[in-house]
């Protein structure tokens, strides 16, 4: 009961184990990007200073800007920045990362903030029955599997076209921009979320609170932009 | 008159509170069913809600073996059985035994692996409702509400376990107990962890397994020496059984008897055992006096079942 008086009552709770969000208010996050378009696109090498594109590294930029904070960027393969955050080496990773992440034994994963889906679209005033039809869908995917589940023929490529004439697998956020319809049929579904150091609850809370607040819409808009900007 | 096939009841006040355990496992059951689907549904990804979650599995194995023996104690000895069935009690105090010490082996070794890898963990926010909410308390109430029927439910087995002399029942108090020390100390973690203090959970976790394990340890030693016919002790402190001094005392107690030997040892709920008399030289109607006097053991206490009264010559201890 003391507890939930202190809570209320505007102190800080939960704490960090480390103190991490007392560092970085007003001070410098450190933010590992990992390239995964068009969540993060991490343009140059290692020592580029330009900051990274991607939807979510302009979520991070805003992150910080609520916080007062700089961002120092580092760039690097997942699996070292996720090594690095295990050890608090950073404070943050985004990295197209989703809620089913294996990190999430060494790493903390954020509550979800986005769930995209893969569906098959087709041009509007095709019919949606995608039984027997031939479908693109990006060569290397989950998807060219599953899609043999809806006895649909997979037609891999290397690159979708922007505008496909054909039934095609893509994000639920590109159907409409694409000038395609959704055929009702979902492939697969990831809930997105970044990571932070484990044990670091207050810095966690701080970024969640950050993430729920944030409009599904917005954020489709922000990985249309950078769709567009890559293509 | 000696009656072989004569098959065992409760005395009636201990038949009426063995049907309340009955119903009382059976209350458990259904409780850790709804504890193991609630912590499934609600804490799929966190790993100290996982080590719940595998305690109240466990915590199911002394009420099915519980129940699993009542169905076949009473059973009447027959030909493949002439013991009849009431070591099926003893089993199941040995797998509820088991389970309590793997229970408390599991939570030491997962603690102190957690305390000496550094894992600090994340507890973060939850939506409810459209309100943001630190994901702690959601956790604490829960942990509370499974504490609580664990606290009434142990403790009504406990009262149970003494008057019916039923170990598997006491082994399911102690594991009761054991649930609810483990999910206070996980609600202690978990302010600590709110508090910055990430080991302070495993430290909490690992004083209390330990308390855990040296509890599996007895009990499972004194399941083994059971199924060893170790003479009978009490149920709740572990003594010697009072029982056998009191039968050797009235069997020396016959005027026509001049030594007597006593052996017992138990089967499930009830002592069985053999007595060994040397009867004064010339006593009239010996195999009369034998046969009271074996009723006359057998009745001196509910639990006293079965008893082969041997004459002798003479007893070298």
Same mark, same amino acid.
């Given at each position: 009961?003391?507890?939930?008086?202190?809570?209320?009552?505007?102190?800080?709770?939960?704490?960090?184990?480390?103190?991490?969000?007392?560092?970085?208010?007003?001070?410098?996050?450190?933010?590992?990007?990992?390239?995964?378009?068009?969540?993060?696109?991490?343009?140059?090498?290692?020592?580029?200073?330009?900051?990274?594109?991607?939807?979510?590294?302009?979520?991070?930029?805003?992150?910080?800007?609520?916080?007062?904070?700089?961002?120092?960027?580092?760039?690097?393969?997942?699996?070292?920045?996720?090594?690095?955050?295990?050890?608090?080496?950073?404070?943050?990773?985004?990295?197209?990362?989703?809620?089913?992440?294996?990190?999430?034994?060494?790493?903390?994963?954020?509550?979800?903030?986005?769930?995209?889906?893969?569906?098959?679209?087709?041009?509007?005033?095709?019919?949606?029955?995608?039984?027997?039809?031939?479908?693109?869908?990006?060569?290397?995917?989950?998807?060219?599997?599953?899609?043999?589940?809806?006895?649909?023929?997979?037609?891999?490529?290397?690159?979708?076209?922007?505008?496909?004439?054909?039934?095609?697998?893509?994000?639920?956020?590109?159907?409409?921009?694409?000038?395609?319809?959704?055929?009702?049929?979902?492939?697969?579904?990831?809930?997105?979320?970044?990571?932070?150091?484990?044990?670091?609850?207050?810095?966690?809370?701080?970024?969640?609170?950050?993430?729920?607040?944030?409009?599904?819409?917005?954020?489709?808009?922000?990985?249309?932009?950078?769709?567009?900007?890559?293509? | 008159?000696?009656?072989?096939?004569?098959?065992?009841?409760l005395p009636?006040e201990k038949a009426a509170l063995h049907r309340r355990a009955v119903?009382?496992?059976?209350?458990?059951?259904?409780?850790?069913?709804? $504890? !193991?689907?609630? +912590? *499934?549904?609600? =804490?799929?990804?966190?790993?100290?809600?996982?080590?719940?979650? #595998? @305690?109240?599995? &466990?915590?199911?194995?002394?009420?099915?073996?519980f129940?699993?023996?009542?169905?076949?104690?009473?059973?009447?000895?027959?030909?493949?059985?002439?013991?009849?069935?009431?070591?099926?009690v $003893? !089993?199941?105090? +040995? *797998?509820?035994? =088991?389970?309590?010490?793997?229970?408390?082996?599991?939570?030491? #070794? @997962?603690?102190? &692996?957690?305390?000496?890898?550094?894992?600090?963990?994340?507890?973060?926010?939850?939506?409810?409702?459209?309100?943001?909410?630190?994901?702690?308390?959601?956790?604490?109430?829960?942990?509370? $509400?499974?504490?609580?029927? *664990?606290?009434? =439910?142990?403790?009504?087995k406990?009262k149970l376990a003494e008057q019916l002399h039923d170990k598997v029942l006491h082994?399911?108090?102690?594991?009761?107990?054991?649930?609810?020390?483990?999910?206070?100390?996980?609600?202690?973690?978990?302010?600590?962890?709110?508090?910055?203090?990430?080991? $302070?959970?495993?430290?909490? *976790?690992?004083?209390?397994?330990?308390?855990?394990?040296?509890?599996?340890?007895?009990?499972?030693?004194?399941?083994?020496?059971?199924?060893?016919?170790?003479?009978?002790?009490?149920v709740?402190?572990?003594?010697?059984?009072?029982?056998?001094?009191?039968?050797?005392?009235?069997?020396?107690?016959?005027?026509?008897?001049?030594?007597?030997?006593?052996?017992?040892?138990?089967?499930g709920h009830v002592?069985?055992?053999?007595?060994?008399?040397?009867?004064?030289?010339?006593?009239?109607?010996?195999?009369?006096?034998?046969?009271?006097?074996?009723?006359?053991?057998?009745?001196?206490?509910w639990r006293?079942?079965?008893?082969?009264?041997?004459?002798?010559?003479?007893?070298?201890?």
């Open positions: 009961m003391a507890l939930v008086v202190l809570s209320a009552g505007g102190c800080q709770w939960p704490r960090d184990a480390d103190g991490t969000l007392d560092r970085v208010r007003d001070g410098t996050i450190r933010v590992g990007v990992a390239h995964d378009p068009p969540w993060v696109v991490v343009a140059g090498d290692r020592g580029d200073e330009r900051p990274p594109g991607g939807a979510e590294s302009v979520l991070v930029q805003r992150l910080a800007d609520s916080l007062g904070a700089r961002v120092q960027w580092v760039r690097g393969g997942e699996a070292e920045l996720m090594t690095a955050l295990s050890e608090r080496g950073l404070d943050l990773v985004v990295a197209g990362l989703d809620a089913k992440s294996l990190w999430v034994r060494d790493v903390a994963l954020t509550t979800d903030y986005l769930t995209t889906e893969e569906v098959v679209a087709v041009p509007a005033g095709t019919p949606t029955d995608i039984a027997g039809q031939r479908v693109l869908v990006r060569e290397g995917s989950a998807e060219v599997a599953l899609l043999s589940d809806h006895d649909a023929t997979a037609v891999p490529v290397a690159d979708l076209p922007e505008r496909p004439d054909g039934a095609a697998v893509v994000p639920d956020w590109l159907v409409d921009a694409a000038g395609l319809t959704d055929t009702g049929t979902h492939l697969s579904s990831l809930d997105h979320v970044m990571a932070v150091p484990p044990g670091e609850n207050a810095w966690q809370s701080t970024v969640e609170r950050f993430l729920l607040a944030l409009d599904d819409d917005e954020v489709r808009r922000l990985l249309l932009d950078a769709h567009r900007a890559g293509a | 008159m000696a009656a072989i096939h004569d098959r065992y009841e009636p119903r009382l496992e059976w209350w458990t059951i259904a409780f850790f069913v709804v $504890a !193991i689907t609630a +912590l *499934a549904v609600v =804490l799929g990804q966190s790993q100290a809600m996982k080590a719940a979650w #595998v @305690e109240d599995i &466990l915590a199911l194995a002394p009420p099915i073996a129940l699993v023996a009542n169905r076949y104690r009473n059973r009447p000895p027959d030909a493949e059985h002439p013991y009849g069935y009431h070591r099926s $003893a !089993i199941a105090f +040995l *797998a509820s035994a =088991l389970a309590l010490l793997t229970l408390g082996g599991y939570i030491l #070794v @997962e603690s102190v &692996l957690r305390l000496v890898q550094g894992e600090r963990p994340p507890i973060g926010l939850i939506e409810v409702f459209g309100h943001t909410l630190w994901l702690g308390w959601p956790m604490i109430a829960v942990l509370l $509400a499974t504490m609580v029927p *664990a606290i009434l =439910l142990g403790r009504a406990a082994a399911d108090a102690e594991m009761n107990r054991a649930d609810w020390l483990t999910a206070g100390s996980a609600i202690l973690g978990i302010i600590c962890i709110g508090a910055g203090l990430w080991w $302070a959970d495993a430290v909490a *976790a690992i004083i209390i397994s330990a308390d855990i394990v040296r509890d599996g340890l007895r009990t499972t030693r004194t399941a083994v020496a059971d199924l060893m016919d170790r003479r009978p002790r009490t709740t402190d572990d003594r010697q059984h009072p029982l056998l001094a009191r039968l050797t005392a009235l069997a020396l107690d016959q005027p026509w008897v001049q030594d007597a030997w006593i052996r017992l040892r138990e089967e002592f069985v055992g053999e007595v060994l008399v040397v009867p004064e030289p010339g006593t009239d109607d010996l195999v009369e006096r034998l046969e009271r006097l074996g009723r006359l053991l057998r009745e001196a206490d006293m079942h079965d008893i082969a009264v041997a004459p002798v010559l003479d007893i070298r201890r």
